[in-house]
């Protein structure tokens, strides 16, 4: 790459991709945040700041698509419980349209850049 590594290349995660990895975790079953902070992990964030995460459990939670409440523990403080709501169910399914349709464009990307590098001789 000329002027620089492919370190600083801006591509990743699609914006605001945490909001439906929440959604669906949470139509997985009811969870708190610290165990959605390690669950998230699985759907490809490899570092994930806590203070974001629970910045949009409560923007989620005032919105509407998702419930919390504040459930003792037997061992050590009260944590906040998510649950999704009916609402939130409903945004899950529109957003994995989305996402679905961003894969198969992403999907058709790859194909195209496979072919290309293969008839140039590129493959690395």
């Known amino acids: 790459m000329i002027g620089g590594s492919t370190d600083e290349v801006p591509v990743g995660l699609p914006r605001n991709y945490l909001r439906p990895c929440l959604l669906l975790l949470l139509a997985e079953g009811t969870s708190h945040g610290y165990e959605l902070l390690d669950q998230v992990s699985a759907l490809g964030y490899d570092r994930v700041d806590p203070g974001g995460l629970y910045r949009c459990l409560r923007a989620m939670d005032e919105e509407g698509l998702v ?58």
Do not use: F, M
């Open 67 to 124: 419930h919390s409440r504040w459930e003792p523990s037997t061992s050590g403080p009260a944590r906040r419980t998510y649950e999704l709501t009916a609402e939130g169910r409903e945004w899950l399914h529109v957003v994995a349209g989305s996402l679905a349709e961003v894969a198969r464009s992403l999907s058709t990307y790859s194909r195209r850049y496979q072919a290309l590098a293969e008839q140039h001789d590129l493959v690395r």
